[in-house]
């Protein structure tokens, strides 16, 4: 992590969001860049100070303030971990609608920020669906309150989708947040996974103690289903025809069902565990792209075949979502490599009408790719409303928008 200033607000204070506000105000008035920093486990460089900015960490403002059963509604503070609300949820026979593999670090604040989709975005939707209110502290220090509880409210701009997804580029996501949870319901889908051969791979030689449930025969793709439901034994069933069903069909050759939550949990340890995994082979570039579904697979071994046998190039992700999570893993970072992937993996991904970042945001690495995804006129509209909202550039420089743009 490079330095820079770190302040943290004090645990327990009532008023954590007026020092926020406070802190904000200063440095807005000496012109002192700021970077906002939650649990700091984003993949795109957005948490990390570039040269002496200010990081104002959220960590402490971690409470939450309370939880709604009959209407669902949690309200919490921006530092929450998510794995706690997902625990504190879970407790009380709700689910949060988001989880991800970092959950034990990551924040709420810092997932808002990034808009992060996750593993349980195919059942519930994305986060512009389920925070129904935000309060935000703007460059300025002025706090926006837009913690609305009414479903139903066209008085208006709804200006809380702005913050959804701006990488604190245009406010700190603060004291309050509301969160739609989830009632368990009864069978429906709650995750469609999916990874090849080569992830799996990874996996197995790389994290210790990870075992395939399946007979060792190759096979070269797994999807890892999952459901929520309240009827156990129904929905084991429902899980066992649909098993049945998509091998009389041909269309899977293998299966095993996790007969308790152990066996579920060490599935998902193999899913989750790809991106630690890709750490521990050696160098990694990764792409996060939202592709057309049957066109997905079409770019990995396109890459694969430009980059012969100089690099290991997996394939995995949210299929559901058709969000692929192409990675390629090398000994050493390379520029003679990296200039075979850019920018043919961005082009690729234009050409395809798809999505540059599909869930982890632009960041610092990604923030010159913009026009790949998006019209020219689309990013300098981007560009005057961060203005507006901050007009002395103080947050979050360098990040989302293309250096040509963010002065
Ligand atoms: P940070 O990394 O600290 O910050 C991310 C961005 O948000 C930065 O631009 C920062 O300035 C800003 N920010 C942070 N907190 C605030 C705040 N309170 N107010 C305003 N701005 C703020 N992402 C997915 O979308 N889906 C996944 O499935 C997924 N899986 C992951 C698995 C692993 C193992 C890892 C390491 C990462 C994964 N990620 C995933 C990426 C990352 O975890 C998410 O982007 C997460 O939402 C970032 O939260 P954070 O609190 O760590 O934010
Ligand atoms: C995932 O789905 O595992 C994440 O988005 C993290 C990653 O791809 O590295
Ligand atoms: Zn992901």
């Given at each position: 992590m490079k330095s820079g200033w770190r302040l943290q607000t004090q645990t327990g204070c009532?008023?954590?969001?007026?020092?926020?506000?406070?802190i904000l105000k200063y440095c807005n008035s000496r012109c002192l860049a700021v970077v906002p920093q939650g649990g700091n486990t984003g993949l795109v460089g957005g948490s990390v100070p570039v040269f002496d900015e200010v990081i104002v960490n959220m960590s402490l403002m971690n409470n939450i303030i309370s939880f709604d059963k009959?209407?669902?509604?949690?309200?919490?503070?921006?530092?929450?971990?998510?794995?706690?609300?997902?625990?504190?949820?879970?407790?009380?026979?709700?689910?949060?609608?988001?989880?991800?593999?970092?959950?034990?670090?990551?924040?709420?604040?810092?997932?808002?920020?990034?808009?992060?989709?996750?593993?349980?975005?195919?059942?519930?939707?994305?986060?512009?669906?389920?925070?129904?209110?935000?309060?935000?502290?703007?460059?300025?220090?002025?706090?926006?309150?837009?913690?609305?509880?009414?479903?139903?409210?066209?008085?208006?701009?709804?200006?809380?989708?702005?913050?959804?997804?701006?990488?604190?580029?245009?406010?700190i996501v603060s004291k309050k947040l509301l969160m739609e949870a989830k009632r368990k319901l009864g069978e429906i889908l709650s995750a469609f996974e999916f990874l090849d051969s080569k992830s799996l791979d990874l996996v197995l030689n790389h994290l210790d103690g990870v075992r395939n449930p399946l007979p060792p025969t190759l096979h070269k793709f797994y999807i890892l289903i999952e459901t929520t439901g309240s009827d156990e034994p129904y929905d084991r069933q429902k899980l066992e025809g649909f098993l049945l069903h998509a091998m009389e069909a041909g269309l899977i050759s293998d299966g095993a069902l996790a007969q308790d939550i152990n066996q579920a949990s060490s599935f998902w340890r193999i899913r989750e565990g790809i991106p630690e995994a890709l750490m521990k082979a050696g160098a990694v570039y990764k792409y996060d792209l939202s592709l057309?579904?049957?066109?997905m697979y079409d770019l990995v071994e396109e890459m694969?075949?430009?980059?012969?046998?100089?690099?290991?190039?997996?394939?995995?992700?949210?299929?559901?979502?058709?969000?692929?999570?192409?990675?390629?893993?090398?000994?050493?970072?390379?520029?003679?490599?990296?200039?075979?992937?850019?920018?043919?993996?961005?082009?690729?991904?234009?050409?395809?009408?798809?999505?540059?970042?599909?869930?982890?945001?632009?960041?610092?690495?990604?923030?010159?790719?913009?026009?790949?995804?998006?019209?020219?006129?689309?990013?300098?509209?981007?560009?005057?409303?961060?203005?507006?909202?901050?007009?002395?550039?103080?947050?979050?420089?360098?990040?989302?928008?293309?250096?040509?743009?963010?002065?």
């Open positions: 009532t008023n954590t969001k007026a020092q926020v506000s406070q009959v209407s669902g509604i949690l309200v919490c503070e921006g530092g929450c971990i998510l794995e706690n609300l997902i625990t504190f949820l879970d407790n009380q026979g709700f689910i949060m609608p988001l989880d991800l593999g970092a959950k034990g670090s990551c924040q709420i604040g810092g997932n808002v920020s990034t808009n992060a989709g996750g593993l349980r975005l195919v059942r519930y939707g994305s986060l512009h669906g389920n925070v129904l209110g935000l309060e935000v502290v703007l460059a300025d220090g002025n706090v926006i309150d837009m913690l609305g509880t009414l479903r139903k409210d066209n008085t208006g701009y709804d200006l809380k989708h702005l913050f959804i997804g701006s990488e604190g580029s245009l406010g057309p579904v049957e066109k694969r075949t430009r980059l012969s046998d100089s690099a290991n190039v997996v394939g995995y992700g949210h299929l559901g979502d058709g969000n692929l999570h192409l990675n390629i893993s090398t000994a050493q970072y390379d520029d003679g490599i990296l200039t075979q992937i850019e920018p043919f993996v961005y082009e690729w991904t234009s050409k395809h009408r798809g999505s540059i970042s599909a869930e982890h945001g632009l960041g610092l690495m990604k923030a010159n790719e913009i026009f790949y995804s998006k019209p020219t006129a689309t990013v300098s509209l981007m560009a005057s409303i961060k203005k507006m909202l901050d007009p002395k550039g103080i947050l979050n420089p360098y990040k989302v928008l293309p250096h040509s743009l963010s002065s």
